[in-house]
């Protein structure tokens, strides 16, 4: 398993709905999705409020991952405002500035009015660490954003955590930054 994380849009706005959460396949809902990591542009989409504990059963087990929902036209909005910070953050010889943009519109372009990021696979490689832990810290890296005079040091060490912010070529660095993306 290569520990991945996904961003995808859909039609329905039910975050506690399961088939929502289900992973999604080239065959029928296009994505986003990373390994290992967390692209660090996808935090810049969401809010402190969008980040949820879901309810998971499955047989005779019960637990919580942390999960990201929002409506598609705010994130989109709140990328866009964010963007600057992002660009602060990162120095890249590979148009990082044209790469923020192509995932905007594709984003934007994709059917669906919510935006729902599933990275529990990313966490489950994150041992010991609970769900609520993550769930704690999504939120803080989430509130730093939205901070009056975000310090851009502050930005990275707290999003550090969970994403990889040197590349060696554009390849990586792509991954790094907004993931990959399947039509």
């Known amino acids: 398993m290569a ?28 994505y986003y999705d990373s390994r290992w990591n967390i692209p660090y542009a996808w935090f810049f989409l969401f809010s402190p409020f969008d980040v949820k504990l879901v309810d998971v059963f499955f047989e005779n087990s019960h637990w919580q991952e942390t999960k990201f929902f929002a409506h598609k036209a705010s ?29 905007a519109e594709t984003i934007a372009l994709r059917l669906g009015n919510c ?9 489950s490689g994150f041992i010991p660490e609970t769900d609520e832990e993550n769930f704690a810290h999504c939120k803080h890296i989430l509130r730093q954003l939205e901070a009056e005079n975000v310090r851009v ?23 790094n930054s907004i993931g990959a993306t399947y039509a």
């Open 153 to 175: 040091e502050d930005v990275k060490a707290v999003i550090g955590y969970y994403s990889d912010f040197d590349s060696q070529d554009e390849m990586s660095f792509r991954m």
């Open 115 to 123: 935006l729902f990021m599933d990275p529990s696979e990313v966490f």
């Open 3 to 30: 520990n991945r994380a996904y961003l995808y849009s859909l039609d329905s706005d039910d975050f506690n709905n399961p088939v929502n959460w289900e992973r999604p396949s080239q065959n029928d809902t296009p």
């Open 75 to 103: 994130a989109l909005k709140r990328f866009a405002a964010r963007k600057p910070l992002l660009l602060k953050m990162v120095t890249s010889p590979f148009g990082f500035e044209a790469i923020l943009d192509h995932f």
